[in-house]
């Protein structure tokens, strides 16, 4: 199984930007990825993908203001984080779109956003 690692969050007030990093200790070119956040008190959401293509989506909270990448070679999925919001404040995970067995998450990575 691969292992992601996510890195990157941090402090910083409203209207910063913060670039997060996912980094895979396997190949993940053949796969899609997504970055989810998740909220105090709320439910994970997908707020990124990308495609094995470089196809990207996102949710219509952070369009505009983020853009998920990709570095086959570096096996690292990026998140650029631009015009941060407080409601932006959440913990960042990294993870494949779809899975084949049982889902696991890391540890993700703290971003908080002061007013």
């Known amino acids: 199984q691969v292992q992601l690692v996510e890195s990157g969050g941090g402090l910083v007030q409203a209207g910063g930007s913060l670039r997060l990093s996912c980094e895979a200790s396997?190949?993940?070119?053949?796969?899609?990825m997504g970055w989810y956040r998740q909220a105090p008190g709320k439910e994970r959401e997908l707020v990124a993908s990308i495609s094995s293509s470089g196809s990207t989506n996102y949710v219509d909270s952070v369009k505009g203001r983020f853009t998920i990448s990709r570095d086959n070679a570096k096996r690292t999925v990026y998140l650029q984080m631009n015009t941060l919001k407080p409601e932006d404040t959440a913990v960042y995970y990294c993870?494949?779109?779809?899975?084949?067995?049982?889902?696991?998450w890391g540890q993700g990575t703290q971003v908080t956003v002061s007013s």
């Open positions: 396997g190949s993940i070119s053949r796969n899609a």
């Open positions: 993870n494949y779109l779809v899975v084949a067995r049982g889902r696991v």
